[in-house]
């Protein structure tokens, strides 16, 4: 009650002497889900599905540390094509994501409101492939090892919006993320084939999702004062 009420006085102080102040908690515990899209040797990406949880770690109400563990599946090729597979995928990365709204100075309109919304990451991240289907290479010449299975590093590279559900009070119990990860590889057996003569790019996939995170933790004040 003490806290609450402290809490409730140093914001009329802050709505004084500063331009913005948020009340914002230290972690964030969500889930997630949307589609992958595989951009690898195999002609004919095709659109699979993705799943995963995150903690997050908030450093201010618009940039935060996260770690994320997804299960899902990457495809490719089909019947006519020369590659076809299937890459029933784990991953655990973590990411910084940098906020808008820690770069851009106080404005009270709602469009800038929504810019300061948006944020940019980037992290390390380790996969576990597991290729369950694939499809042997009939031209021997081609040099073409299949993996079933294998672990590597990973670079992934995120963007999005995050939606803060406020009370009336100012709270922040819960939000809302939409974000697209776009997770570069170091190798080119995502897709189980070692090489292709005809590329010579890397392996790497994107994820666009839709995500609920429940926010916990220390209750934290940001503010800006007044120049």
Partial sequence: MLRRFTLSVLLCWLSVNCNAQLVYTSYSAGIEGGATFAFMDAENPITSSAFGVTLDANVT????????????????GSET????FTNKYNYIGVTYNQGLGDLLNFNPNKLHK??????????LGLIFNNITDIKAVADSTQGISIYN????IVFPLNIGY??????????????ATIN????????????????NPASHSKDFYGFVS????YNFGKEQIYYRLRK
């Fill in 210 to 213: 839709l995500g609920v995170k």
């Fill in 149 to 152: 299975k294998n672990n590597e």
């Fill in 162 to 175: 995050t939606y803060h559900y406020r009370t009336k009070t100012g709270l922040n119990p819960f939000s």
């Fill in 114 to 123: 929504f810019y300061k919304s948006i944020y940019a990451g980037l992290g």
């Fill in 61 to 76: 109400p618009y940039s935060f540390f996260k770690l994320e563990f997804q299960t899902g599946k990457l495809e490719g």
């Fill in 81 to 84: 094509t020369v590659r076809q």
């Fill in 180 to 195: 697209y990860q776009f997770t570069l590889s170091f190798s080119d057996v995502l897709d189980g084939y070692e090489w």
